[in-house]
């Protein structure tokens, strides 16, 4: 109600503006016109040469006006074509777009009314610099009349952007959060959040929001959607795999896409494919390849529950770089010249172990659209001085800052961001060591110091009682170009300690050998967590869910599953509790197997194994470099009775930071990405029966011409000299060994 009552007055005012836009531009059109013909009939140009004259301006308008829309949703559908062809068309959308805000910003004041979807985005990533469409609105040297119209545009403008601004408003918050991993490594991990409120509220325009996005949603009626591009491998051992940051942010190698649409079931594959193209389009990625049916499959409750309108594709080979980075961060409003984005220097994030990017959208009609985009990198932090400590209690960890992890400064907040914050967290490995030492958890203590003091100390509980993380708070608000924001970790004493695991270690392996056949092998590990957690009784179980997608060409036989225990061979009916296979269709649909397993708690070890068959391929199927093998992607293995999730007693629901939401999250882990070598054609060989041939014909022919060219009479001629030349020269050696053997004897 009281929303409506806001929003109402601010459409009229638009429905205002928006008749006397039509009248400004006809004022503005009419001028324009008026000095063509007066300039051509100056000249005494004909009347098709007068129009001819208006021509040149209005294309370049239209060009720019077309160049512009290459950024949004459709422009993907221009790249149905292969890799070669999507990377020419990204640089030039790249390319265009830089040139069509260029044009933008410099034709607008001349000509801003001609059409209003133009005119309506100046641009959004600059919103810092232009805070209100008002002043993007200077008119061009205005005849008299329209004046006055013009100052009630500009009046009206003004009232407009103050009435959006009352309404219920689109937000921005960024967020950054640094963590020393056991391994000498540290992990960052960025935040950004946009929102917007429904549709209804705010119609279609945006002021921080990238519309990019919003138009995607409506297009494709997305509820959600997560797309994340990921070079390295998550190391679960080291790293951790129970903690929401592990458990949300690890993913596996190359592209992963999967969205849940609000459509009729009958719609969804055709609206996949045609999502798959926009988003290729937007990311510069050969997303597009999850068009064909052999690569997405649709789960039903391995890999999250749904009513069938879920579909999931990954593309393990996709290598992802600053190409995929830079229209990501164009989505944020200050892309990477202001706030915590400004870190992200490409050679230092790019040097890492890990790289992770991921967009996650969730959008129903109450909440409007919410579009998280995170950023998760490993770095090998460089010692600030060089100082190798070496104790009895091993080595000092290295020291690292904000500024030796990322070689920039913080200088300042992104100017729309309602908050920037940035968390330092400490694993519960060290809150314990830190506990029993007996002394305080302050920023200063006996194991290390932080550079600046925090705002704030925020304390993570499990089960409200056993303290897992602690994390310090500082607010960037304040900090500015004159006065950057750094902050650090200085050791003390060496420190060892290890991130909580995921109930079970995964991995998959390959066995066999030969091009014939071979068997795909699953290995899980227990780490002994649920003894931790759940006490130790011994008659409990522990239930995980496998979700794998298998490319048609590995020919996996369902029945042939053997499970071992611990080494001894189960029947399978005593640990599958659900199983739901969609067998592979050559050349149409991938295999894919979802499971529910239920281990006892004592087992240490599990082994699953499944025979497949391998299948051939036509020779324009193979991708190139096909000697390399084919890659399966990773499995998503996910333990429904553990569930991370940080709570924090003490701080209010006020703190709105997205990064540190208490949210539930389902521990999941992925398995490596699996090489499986394929028959492959000698594709060699087609240049190697070309020379063979070519040099049996040259000597064939070469031999053919020389035979045919020589006569016989001259033939025998020669022939006759050469013996008697052969003849005196045995008789001359024959005389010189009498000789010879007369002297000696
Ligand atoms: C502006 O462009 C839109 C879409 O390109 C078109 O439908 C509309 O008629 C145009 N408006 C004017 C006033 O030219
Ligand atoms: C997908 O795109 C094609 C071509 O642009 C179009 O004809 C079709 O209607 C679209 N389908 C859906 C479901 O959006
Ligand atoms: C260590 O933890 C226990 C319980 O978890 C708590 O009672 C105790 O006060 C802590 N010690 C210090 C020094 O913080
Ligand atoms: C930032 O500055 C404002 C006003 O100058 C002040 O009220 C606020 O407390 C400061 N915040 C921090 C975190 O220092």
Redesign the pocket.
Known sequence: MHRESRSSPSELQLLLLRFLLVQHRWAVVGGWRDEIRRRASQRGLTAEQRLEAGGPRRRRLEAGDQRGRAATPGAG?AHHGGAESRTAGCRQTGKAHTEATKQQEVKLPTDSPQNQSTWRHPRRGNNAALPSPALMAPPSPPPATTLFKHLVLLFLLAAAAGASAAAPEEEFTEELLLRPLPDRKALAHFYFRSSTPPAASIGRHHHLFPKAISQLVKKYHISELELSFTQGRWNYEQWGGFDPMSTSNAKPPGVELWAVFDLPLS?ID??WK?LTHTLSGLFCASINFLESSTSFSAPRWGFKSNEGNLRYGALPREAVCTENLTPWLKLLPCRDKAGIASLLYRPSIYKGYYYSQKLKLRSSQSLGIILDQTLTVVLQPNTINGKQLHSSHGQLQPSWSMRHLFNRKLSGKCLVSKSSRVFIEVDKGIVDKINRSGSDLSWNNEFFVLSNGPDRLIKDLINLEVQSSSIYEYDVSNYSEEKPFDVGITWKLPLIWSCTPSPFHVSRFLMGSGNERGSIALSFISTNLHKKIFGSPNDCSIKAFIFQIVPWYVKVYYHSLEIFIDGNRKTVSDVVDKIHVTPSEDKLLPGTLEMLLRFPCSMQSATLTLDFDKGFLLIDEYPPDANQGFDIPSALISFPEFNSARNFPETDPLLGSPLLENFQVVVKSYTEVLLVPLTTPDFSMPYNVITFTCTILALYFGSLLNALRRRIGEEERELKKTVVIVKKRSLLASICYRKFVDELF
């Open positions: 559908q719609e055709a609206t045609n």
